[in-house]
């Protein structure tokens, strides 16, 4: 097994019948890259720009997260880096940036929300992202967007610092995609009306569950509700799928869900483009695709969404797909 997965490295990601899904990593800093690499990661699908802030005693300045994005896209070689902008508040807390206690952190204050309410910390990130574009291929994305207003809003402060940059004649990539985050199950139902200007999708399963099943992704006593394999979860991720291909947009996952070996039949067979893993999960996921085949997977999810009623029957219906 060893020596086929050193073999997998440099080899492409292709199903038994040919065809191709990119693999990507999950990193938390630049530091990651390095094992992302080493794990054969065709990209980076998810970079949680949060521990800039985290490991930080005051809010980040704009040359050291400018550094850290450089490193990030010039340390992956010209393969795609997707930027996650801040994802603060939920469970994770700035000491330098005391947000007001909420009855329900996960449903309040947080990520985009707070971008688009302190907009100088987020003109400032995005300024860092918009120098370090000019280093490698570089893709941002926001997280927790709810409605179309919000990623018009995001986007167009986006635009508007990269005119800045352009007037100024400073460099900027012409190429920079940014897409948003599907982890809101609101989001989910209107992706049809995001995917007309968003240029890609990444399913946040660990939200989206959490917020489809209204079960708090850390609590004990409500995991029995945590179901990744749920027919409503499927459908949520199928809708987003299909909007986005209609539109001519790509779909990624960077959830959990994305480097789960059940899971990963039925999303391929929906026909997720891109799945983004924790680095050690990669060559497995790679080592899985040889074997499976395309039209089998289609009829698989079909089934499985159509007509599957519990997570079990899914979770059976794929352990006989590839027993
Ligand atoms: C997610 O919600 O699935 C996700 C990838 O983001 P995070 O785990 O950082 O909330
Ligand atoms: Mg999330």
Redesign the pocket.
């Known amino acids: 097994q060893k020596a086929e997965w050193e073999e997998l490295k440099d080899a492409k990601t292709l199903t038994a019948d040919g065809k191709q899904f990119t693999l990507g990593a ?1 990193i938390g800093t630049p530091k990651d890259v390095a094992g992302a690499t080493d794990n054969g990661a065709e990209a980076v699908g ?1 970079f ?1 720009s949060e521990f800039l802030y985290m490991d930080a005693s005051e809010l980040p300045s704009e040359d050291d997260q400018f550094e850290a994005y450089k490193q990030a896209v010039e340390g992956m070689g010209g393969k795609q880096v997707v930027v996650r902008t801040m ?1 603060i508040g ?1 469970d994770k807390e700035l000491p330098y940036l005391p947000l007001p206690e909420e009855m329900n952190p996960f449903l309040g204050y947080r990520a985009i929300r707070i971008s688009l309410d302190k907009q100088d910390i987020f003109r400032t990130q995005l300024r860092a992202l918009l120098r370090a574009s000019n280093y490698g291929r570089l893709a941002i994305m926001f ?1 927790m967007i709810a409605t179309v207003k919000e990623f018009k809003a995001a986007k167009a402060i986006f635009e508007e610092e990269k005119a800045k940059f352009v007037q100024a004649g400073k460099p900027v990539s012409d190429d920079i995609e940014v897409g948003m ?1 599907m ?1 809101i199950p609101a989001a989910a139902m209107i992706a049809d009306k995001l995917a007309k200007y968003s240029d890609f999708f990444s ?6 569950i959490q917020y489809t099943m209204a079960a708090d992704r850390g609590n004990e006593r409500v995991s029995y509700l945590y179901q990744p394999y749920n027919p409503s979860i499927l459908r949520l991720i199928k809708n987003i799928i299909d909007s986005s291909h209609a539109e001519g947009k790509w779909t990624g996952m ?3 869900m994305a480097g789960d070996q059940i899971a990963v039949p039925i999303l391929a067979g929906l026909g997720l483009d891109e799945f983004s893993m924790s680095a050690t999960s990669i060559l497995k996921t790679r080592s899985l695709m040889k074997k499976l085949d395309t039209e089998k997977m289609k009829k698989l999810a079909e089934k499985a969404v159509n007509e599957c009623e519990t997570t079990e029957e899914v979770i059976s219906l794929v352990k006989e797909f590839t027993d």
């Open positions: 999950n998810l949680r994802d939920g997280p985050m982890e399913i946040g399963t660990n939200d989206l960077c959830g959990e």
